[in-house]
């Protein structure tokens, strides 16, 4: 069974980089055409999602973050990171991964974390 865990600071400065990494464990991130992605949710409103890494590293963003979100991976470890850089109040949310076969895929999925951006 494909698990996924989400690790990283809980609390960040205005104007610094949130980085958060997912660890996917009963499964390979390199599977064929399997997506690995990054979904928000800010205290009181929706899911919103970030951005993604395929199985074979190519990237998608969402227009709105694009210009400050970063998603790398770590194939030895079996790992997929997110950096959002300058953040400010309003990107304090519950931070997901998640992942799947194809485009919506979203089978598997870790529990959160919470970052707070707060000086």
């Known amino acids: 069974q494909v698990q996924l865990q989400e690790s990283g600071p809980g609390l960040v400065k205005p104007s610094q980089t949130l980085s958060l990494t997912c660890t996917v464990s009963?499964?390979?991130?390199?599977?064929?055409?399997?997506?690995w992605r990054w979904i928000r949710q800010p205290p009181g409103k929706g899911l919103e999602w970030m951005g993604a890494?395929?199985?074979?590293?190519?990237?998608y963003y969402s227009p709105s973050l694009k210009s400050r979100t970063s998603i790398s991976r770590d194939t030895s470890k079996n790992q997929f990171s997110l950096q959002l850089s300058s953040v400010i109040p309003e990107d304090t949310a519950v931070y997901y991964c998640?992942?799947?076969?194809?485009?919506?895929?979203?089978?598997?999925w870790g529990q959160g974390t919470q970052v707070t951006v707060s000086s």
């Open positions: 009963g499964g390979s991130i390199t599977t064929k055409y399997y997506v």
């Open positions: 890494i395929r199985y074979d590293g190519r990237t």
């Open positions: 998640a992942g799947g076969e194809g485009n919506l895929g979203y089978n598997y």
